[in-house]
């Protein structure tokens, strides 16, 4: 049994446990504000410290991963399933559909991800929700790319030709005898994504474009409190650190799995 595989998968899961039910296990209220006890460093009781609102830091952190991890799961998903459906079909069918898809795909490729999310985010206003549709409309083409060129590899295999001989229809071919065989790699390639979502969506919080105040997204935590890094650093570092831990849990254990079973 793989020692790393077990240690970061229960790493990952106390994460999602922790976004998950973050509600039920802050300390404190993250959004009651009492001025009385603004910028306490951390101590016995506030384990994080507070911020210039007096609110408790920890509790901030983890209502901020309920709204970071799973707005990046949710994004990783969609996109995941719109990229591999769309690289399936054109990996499979070729032709004119290949093109016109894959030229659609090489617009978004052309432009720098992060770039075109900032200009899609800028134009909805800043909300989460914004955040997630700029950032799903710029992930899918990588999927895509990455379905098609297995697709291309896996649809010559003897297999495929028996299923043909067998009248099976081309979506049974499609969804039941090619999809199993490349869901691998793309499982780990979107276990990888969800480190690179977790630093873009944190990334438009921070400029204004995601979460705003008072939400205690992980990246709006930061770019609240940039102008107090001399002053009470602990009001970046706690969210940097979440940031850091959950982008660094999500690729090591990406890397473990795509190592575990050779992909």
């Not at 800028?122 to 929700?129: E, F, K, N, T």
């Not at 379905?147 to 299923?163: D, E, N, P, Y």
């Amino acid at each position: 049994m793989n020692v790393k595989f077990i240690i970061l998968s229960s790493l990952i899961s106390i994460l999602l446990i922790i976004a998950l039910f973050a509600p039920f296990i802050v300390p404190f209220d993250p959004y009651a504000q009492n001025l009385n006890n603004a910028l306490i460093p951390p101590n016995n009781i506030h384990l994080f410290g507070t911020d210039q609102y007096g609110r408790d830091l920890l509790s901030r952190v983890i209502i901020g991963a309920q709204i970071t991890i799973l707005s990046s799961l949710m994004i990783t998903f969609i996109t995941t399933a719109i990229g591999t459906t769309i690289g399936i079909i054109c990996g499979y069918f070729g032709g004119k559909i290949d093109a016109i898809l894959m030229r659609i795909s090489d617009v978004f490729l052309a432009f720098p991800g992060m770039v075109l999310a900032i200009a899609i985010a800028g134009m909805l206003g800043g909300s989460v929700l914004n955040a997630v549709i700029a950032l799903t409309f710029i992930s899918w083409p990588k999927f895509a790319r990455l379905a098609r060129a297995q697709v291309l590899t896996v649809k010559s295999s003897t297999f495929i030709a028996a299923a043909r001989l067998n009248n099976c229809s081309n979506m049974k071919i499609m969804f039941k005898h090619i999809f199993p065989n490349i869901i691998g790699i793309i499982l780990i390639t979107a276990i990888l994504e969800i480190g690179t979502i977790i630093m873009e969506i944190a990334g438009l919080s921070f400029l204004g474009l995601g979460a705003v105040p008072p939400s205690a997204e992980w990246g709006a935590m930061i770019s609240g409190s940039k102008s107090m890094l001399q002053t009470a650093p602990w009001l970046i570092l706690a969210p940097g650190m979440a940031i850091f831990i959950s982008v660094s849990l999500f690729n090591l254990f990406g890397d473990v799995i795509r190592d575990k079973y050779n992909l």
